[in-house]
């Protein structure tokens, strides 16, 4: 048996191996959170026995929302417990504990809650948390529709499908900040252009030096209570336009 073989054989007895290598494949790079989240939440419901309906939820500050389901029971159940304020869901995504409801028929921890799961056709459910940077800012959820659906291989697919969900979030994380960035440089240069831009042509106004023609712009800005950059812009505007307002 090669090596190909050997791996398509312990992917073929290994469900835990072949939700690793699902994942695997995925692709986070140069796509938006919403989709693969979307990708995930497929993923988990077809790798995780006796799932019948998956979400992910991500939690603002106090507010929920589910940014990705699978079957419109999980959407409805989410949802009931973001009007409530509380539910496995986001106390799982508060605070970072996994939270495995084994019978709702017989939970007693959300009164509020578990008997209208029920009456929706959920018998039991897992919410696990996501991880990102020291804080938790969602979770993954399961609903099943038998009692205890869910075997210790089961839980353990759902852990590594958390796992790659709150990885995908981090790579959103990163790719934003980093846009923001090239975004605040760009402004950043293009303020100093037109900054340098008014300089020179204070200069040949006013025979003065680089910095007296800075000072200038500063007193303007401080004195009309507006941006040193549109203080600048102004100045270009009036240079080049004589109909232009004044600085």
């Not at 417990?81 to 496995?88: A, V």
């Not at 996501?130 to 038998?146: E, K, M």
Request: aromatic share 4%; with cysteine.
């Amino acid at each position: 048996m090669d090596a190909d073989e050997a791996a398509a054989d312990i992917l073929g007895r290994d469900a835990l191996a072949r939700a690793y290598f699902r994942l695997g494949t995925m692709v986070l790079v140069d796509r938006k959170l919403a989709d693969v989240l979307n990708e995930v939440a497929v993923a988990a419901a077809q790798l995780i026995a006796g799932a019948t309906a998956v979400s992910v939820t991500l939690v603002e500050g106090d507010e929920g929302r589910t940014a990705a389901h699978v079957g419109e029971l999980a959407l409805v159940l989410d949802e009931r417990q973001y009007e409530q304020g509380r539910g496995p869901c986001l106390d799982a995504s508060r605070s970072g504990t996994e939270l495995h409801l084994r019978d709702m028929a017989n939970e007693t921890r959300w009164p509020d809650y578990t008997p209208g799961a029920v009456a929706a056709g959920a018998a039991c459910s897992v919410s696990i948390p996501l991880p990102v940077q020291g804080r938790v800012v969602g979770a993954l959820n399961i609903y099943g529709s038998a009692r205890n659906a869910f075997t210790e291989e089961a839980m353990g697919i759902a852990r590594a499908v958390a796992s790659f969900a709150a990885a995908a979030v981090v790579n959103a994380t990163v790719i934003e900040a980093s846009q923001a960035t090239a975004m605040q440089m760009q402004e950043a240069m293009a303020s100093r252009a037109v900054i340098e831009q008014a300089k020179g042509l204070l200069m040949g106004q006013r025979r003065c030096t680089a910095d007296d023609a800075f000072e200038l712009l500063r007193r303007l800005s401080q004195d009309t209570n507006r941006k040193l950059r549109d203080v600048a812009e102004a100045v270009v505007s009036m240079a080049t336009d004589p109909d232009a307002p004044a600085a």
